[in-house]
T-cell receptor, first 111, second 111 residues
C-alpha cells in the first residue's frame, strides 16, 4: 500500500517568510509524528498526534512552530517568520503500534 | 532524560566483512529499541526492532539483540555488501511514544 507522503519535497524560502509543510500518513494509522533532521542537531522530535488526544508539543523549538492534524489524517507543520537555523529536513512518520514509518521528508532551505 | 549513544563513523569495510555498529542507551524502564537505515538520497526505513529484553530483531541479514544488562542493542551483519552503504540510526521509544535517535553511523562498503 501507499506509504507516508510529504509535500513539497524541497522548499526554498526567504528569511522572515512563513512556510507550510504537508504530511499524508498511511491510511489507518492513528499516530502521526514530526521530526527534524539537521546537521547540527541530528534527528529530533517536534510534535506527536494520537487520535483525538491533545498533541504532544514538547519538541517544538519555539512558538514560531505549530502543527495541526485535520480529520485524524493529514497534518500541516507551519513555521512562521522563518530563520536560517530552521533549514533542515522535516520528516513525518505515522504509526499504528510500535513501528513508525517515515515519509521522504521536506528539505527546507531558508536564505 | 532518555538518550542513545552510537559509535562514531564513518565505518569503512570491504565487501563480505563482518559488521558491528555499537549502540547503548539510557532510559527509564525497558523501552522498545529500533534500528533505522537511511540510504543515500532516501528517507528513513525501519530495519529491525526489539520490544523486550533478550529479544533479537533481524532483517536482511542484520541482527541486534536487546541486552538489558549492558543497556545495548548492537547491530551486526555477517557479510556486508556494497548495497549496505548507508547511515544507520539506533533509536529508542520513550514513555511518551516518541523516538529518540542516536547520532547515526555512516557505513561505507568498498568492493
Amino acid at each position: 500500500g501507499a506509504g507516508v507522503s510529504q509535500s513539497p519535497s524541497n522548499k526554498v524560502t526567504e528569511k522572515g517568510k512563513d512556510v507550510e509543510l504537508r504530511c499524508d500518513p498511511i491510511s489507518g494509522h492513528t499516530a502521526l509524528y514530526w521530526y527534524r533532521q539537521s546537521l547540527g542537531q541530528g534527528l529530533e522530535f517536534l510534535i506527536y498526534f494520537q487520535g483525538n488526544s491533545a498533541p504532544d508539543k514538547s519538541g517544538l523549538p519555539s512558538d514560531r512552530f505549530s502543527a495541526e492534524r485535520t480529520g485524524g489524517s493529514v497534518s500541516t507543520l507551519t513555521i512562521q517568520r522563518t530563520q536560517q537555523e530552521d533549514s533542515a529536513v522535516y520528516l513525518c512518520a505515522s504509526s499504528y503500534a510500535y513501528e513508525q514509518y517515515f515519509g521522504p521528508g521536506t528539505r527546507l532551505t531558508v536564505t | 532524560g532518555d538518550s542513545v549513544t552510537q559509535m562514531e563513523g564513518p565505518v569503512t569495510l570491504s565487501e563480505e566483512a563482518f559488521l558491528t555498529i555499537n549502540c547503548t542507551y539510557t532510559a527509564t524502564g525497558y523501552p522498545s529499541l529500533f534500528w533505522y537505515v537511511q540510504y543515500p538520497g532516501e528517507g528513513l526505513q525501519l530495519l529491525l526492532k526489539a520490544t523486550k529484553a533478550d529479544d533479537k530483531g533481524s532483517n536482511k541479514g542484520f541482527e541486534a539483540t536487546y541486552r538489558k544488562e549492558t543497556t545495548s542493542f548492537h547491530l551486526e551483519k555477517g557479510s556486508v555488501q556494497v548495497s549496505d552503504s548507508a547511515v544507520y540510526f539506533c533509536a529508542l521509544m520513550d514513555s511518551s511514544y516518541k523516538l529518540i535517535f542516536g547520532s547515526g553511523t555512516r557505513l561505507l562498503v568498498r568492493p
